[in-house]
């Protein structure tokens, strides 16, 4: 154990946010005050890499440091256990006081949370949840419900923020860790004034077209656009959607900044590191898609918006390594000085928030889908979320598993059903033209061909820290009599 003071942590998460809809991280047109001042203070990483396209089980890779193939974390029902490790309970094991502000339930199985934190849920309680009627139209196959009511409702990820600041008005003697898992700006696509209002539809940005050759892309993107009814959408409805969720990021910033404001009023902010990241993107309209896919690969899916403030780190710092999402847990253990009690996979960022132009990573890796006789383990959602479902029980194809691995240059996908895509990131950041296949990329395909190959092998598994002794004794009659 080093002799300095161990810092406290506020992991603060949102869901569904991608990372270029942030404008420190590039975007124009939106603001982000308290997110940029975050960055500002700390280190923005922009080829960070979530693991799983979809929420529970990129959580779970990210309080673990395992790949969703490790442990078969690949569903929204396979929650972790309580024999298995997560970022939480390993920092209460070693004497921080965790609390989890909100109640996201799509993490942890059955009385994993309460071996993981000391405090659960609401201290203010919501007034109201995400369902209501949808405008007419194609609208609720956009996910778009538009403008709420400002009638002082509280929503869950506003109770969660409000007993947040609640509880650093007294926080717990240190070292504690403040988890703030938020829903926005998940879909349903809704938020109120002054939000709603703060975004000009008409310079908005355009969402990426399609790409460049329909018989080139996976087979879900036609399928979904044609299911959901969405091929005729038109550039104004998009607009009116991209809009609506700049105005629910521009309320979870403001969200955020109360939290680090309380987290000053408490004058813990020197003691504080405070993590930002999200746990996958949103179509947005980009190739004429919208929400998510359990397959999906596309950067505008798979790229995370991370940020570590705080620690007495360099602040205004820019890492542009290659990051996998995974790498949360090594580095929170690491600045806590606490040892992993598991295998794992992160590489802890910690050299990165001193010299954020060293080596890292080559590569970061992305994998989601199933298998076709998983298709009874596929999720079944009510609306308006039935189309998505029906897809996969009727093409389980379509979902089929897929792996991406990307270096600094290029984005290789490897797809169970279909075929491979290849693309270059320098030359088309958007993936809209699929190389693979073409023989002066060969080389380049058969490099990163070899590179999942290789990271299948040396992450198929961990064995389990606590042996099982050989030969054990076994108390059941012998044949003939007697026990062995």
Known sequence: MSDRPRPNFVIFMPDQLRADAIGVFGNQHIRTPHIDALAARGTRFTNAFVQHPVCSPSRASILTGWYPHTAGHRTLTHLLKENEPNLLRILKDAGYHVTWAGARGDTFAPGVTELSVHEYGFSTWPTVGYKGEYPDGVWSRLFYRGQVPDDGRIDPDEAAVRSAEQWLAMPPEQPWVLFVPMVAPHCPFQVEEPWFSQFDRDTVPEPAAPGDDPDREPRYMRAIRERYGIEEVTSEQWREVVATYYGMIARLDDQLGRVMKA??????????????????????????????????????????????SGGGFEGGQVCDSMVEMI???????????????????????????????GPHRQYAFTEGGFTVEEEPQMERPGFPYDRKGALQHEDPALVGKAVAVRDQEWTYVWRLYEAAELYDRAKDPRERTNLAGRSEYAAVEQRLRDALLRWLVETADVIPAEPDPRLPQVALPAPGGGTR
Request: aromatic letters at 8%; glycine letters at 6%.
């Open 263 to 308: 987290v000053a009023d408490a004058g813990a902010a020197d003691d504080t590191v405070t993590l930002f990241f999200a746990d996958h993107g949103e179509y947005l309209g980009d190739y004429g898609l919208i929400e998510k896919w359990p397959s999906a690969m596309h950067d505008c899916i798979t790229r995370d918006p991370l940020i570590i």
């Open 327 to 357: 790498d949360v847990l090594p580095t929170v253990l690491e600045l806590a000085d606490v040892e992993a009690p598991h295998r794992h996979f992160g590489r802890s960022l910690t050299p990165l928030l001193t010299e954020p132009t």
